[in-house]
Nanobody, 123 residues
Framework: QVQLVESGGGLVQSGGSLRLSCTAPGRDSVLPAMGWYRQAPGRQREPVAVIILGGRTNYVDSVKDRFTISREGARNTIWLQMNSLKPEDTAVYYC?????????????????WGKGTLVTVSS
């Protein structure tokens, strides 16, 4: 099993920024794909952004041009820079990782999940 640990959530005003981090402590082998998903109250979990080895990324339309996912080379550490935050971005944000890279195009569920970090955007 792979442990994923998120950090960086919190309360921010509309228009503000937050940066989320995710690491996989104890994992030596590289995870080909990592990403961020979110679940708002009363809604289903949805993909936010995915990044694979080599740096290719994919985003859900609602966060394009506002959020940026990045990865530390071939290490199992990723970040999500969130700018111009809106109240509708309020959700629990989950870090996820996959043993393959097809998820970059499908934005489907991944193999491993963190426990999540809460992001609250006030209006």
């Amino acid at each position: 099993q792979v442990q994923l640990v998120e950090s960086g959530g919190g309360l921010v005003q509309s228009g503000g920024s937050l940066r989320l981090s995710c690491t996989a402590p104890g994992r030596d082998s590289v995870l080909p794909a990592m990403g961020w998903y979110r679940q708002a109250p009363g809604r289903q979990r949805e993909p936010v952004a995915v990044i694979i080895l080599g740096g290719r990324t994919n985003y859900v339309d609602s966060v394009k041009d506002r959020f940026t996912i990045s990865r530390e080379g071939a290490r199992n550490t990723i970040w999500l820079q969130m700018n111009s935050l809106k109240p509708e971005d309020t959700a629990v944000y989950y870090c996820a990782a996959d043993r393959g890279t097809l998820v970059l195009d499908t934005l489907g569920d991944m193999d491993y999940w963190g426990k999540g970090t809460l992001v609250t955007v006030s209006s």
